[in-house]
């Protein structure tokens, strides 16, 4: 495995921790208490082009591979985590449905105006009945015509208020389970689709989440996203490759928190001398190194599999438990290297800690990622 970066893609690192060091960090404290980005940070990414660096070039895109998407992921996580939540959303779990199984038709349709940022995605698997296991929906779709009539609600959807395109999960064919589950790109137009509750969040604030309606949802036929019955297979290959891109973003939250406390640690003096030159200090700091250079080349490892071709089932979900439960404990660290402080929102401690927590539930709590890995390991050994 070979993790250089081209020139092109060092230059790119550059401009993004860049971006977020001199526009990001600044808007913070005004994206926690407007919970909204700002119009200009929205603007900048869109002329620096990351709303495409999942889609080909030949649509207006990037066209990076898993391991560039986790060079800019993890750029984007050492800033305000809303932030970075609506665009790995967008980037991830919302375009890379089309990518993988759009047809020529669906693609060239969406994924130009999703490049330059005019549409936003979204993905729409989770419902009320419908969490952790993510097979039993009951939201259906109903062939009518040239017409799919969808029908359901879906929650917890990041990007929900925004989306212009929401890649959806429904029922095709109650009988057969998760094996009739279709997906289906359903615009924020078309007739019998609203937005439900915009549910108010510990954290991740400027990153909106709601519920998703469907009321006889006209869907055009064609619309469909790759075959009927096989949307649950669709499902599982998207949260499977974006799981290295949400690594990425907590091993950036990691790094930003690692850089606050080193600082912090130098510049506050207790008992006649900065707490840095205490053992107990130390020792925090070396495990939250260690750990958080663990997690970035697990993340790096998966992400090379995946631009490889491999079988990334066990190895994304080991990458999105473990880099999502090292973010929770630096994280804690963190608070605790601060002291009082770390628990005011004067500093941005307080914050990351809240947004951290998070990151153990979506896109598959960690939970759900132990039953992939021993199921996995059930089913193949401990192989390599």
């Not at 929205?42 to 990351?50: A, D, E, F, P, S």
């Not at 009539?149 to 929401?166: M, Q, R």
């Not at 439960?325 to 941005?348: F, S």
Request: aromatic fraction near 8%.
């Amino acid at each position: 495995m070979d993790f250089k970066l081209s020139d092109e893609l060092k230059l790119m690192q550059l401009t993004v921790r860049e971006f977020v060091e001199k526009e990001v960090h600044p808007k913070e404290a005004q994206i926690e208490e407007k919970d909204s980005i700002p119009d200009e940070l929205i603007n900048k990414v869109r002329q620096l082009g990351l709303f495409g660096i999942s889609i080909p070039e030949k649509y207006g895109g990037l066209g990076l591979d898993m391991v560039g998407k986790c060079i800019i992921a993890e750029e984007l996580g050492r800033g305000c985590a809303g932030f970075a939540a609506l665009l790995g959303s967008h980037t991830g779990i919302g375009t890379s449905g089309i990518v993988m199984a759009g047809s020529d038709f669906l693609q060239g349709k969406y994924l130009p105006a999703m490049a330059e940022g005019t549409k936003i995605g979204a993905f729409a698997l989770t419902e009320p009945d419908a969490g952790s296991d993510a097979s039993a929906l009951k939201t259906t779709a109903v062939k009518k015509g040239d017409r799919w009539i969808l029908n359901g609600t879906k929650h917890f959807i990041t990007n929900g208020p925004e989306a212009s395109v929401i890649t959806t999960m429904a029922v095709t064919d109650p009988s057969r389970g998760a094996k009739g589950i279709s997906a289906f790109l359903v615009e924020n137009t078309f007739p019998g689709f609203k937005v439900g509750t915009v549910e108010k969040k510990m954290g991740l604030r400027g990153s909106h989440t709601s519920e998703l309606i469907f009321d006889d949802c006209e869907v055009p036929e064609e619309n469909l996203l790759g075959k009927e019955n096989e949307g649950f297979i669709v499902a599982l290959r998207v949260l499977a490759s974006g799981r290295a891109g949400l690594a990425a973003r907590s091993v950036g939250a990691c790094r930003r928190l690692m850089e606050l406390c080193l600082r912090y640690a130098h510049e506050r003096v207790q008992f006649g001398r900065p707490i840095i030159e205490n053992q107990a200090i130390q020792w925090m700091l070396a495990d939250m190194a260690t750990e958080t250079e663990a997690a970035r080349a697990l993340t790096y490892q998966t992400a090379w599999q995946v631009d490889q071709g491999m079988d990334i089932i066990r190895a994304a979900a080991m990458t999105k438990l473990f880099a999502s439960e090292v973010y929770c404990r630096v994280a804690d660290k963190a608070v605790q290297i601060h002291g009082g402080m770390g628990y005011m929102k004067e500093l941005p401690i307080e914050r990351i800690y809240r947004d951290a927590r998070i990151t153990r539930i979506y896109e598959g709590t960690s939970e759900v990622q132990r039953m992939v890995i021993a199921a996995q390991l059930m089913k193949n050994g401990f192989t390599f």
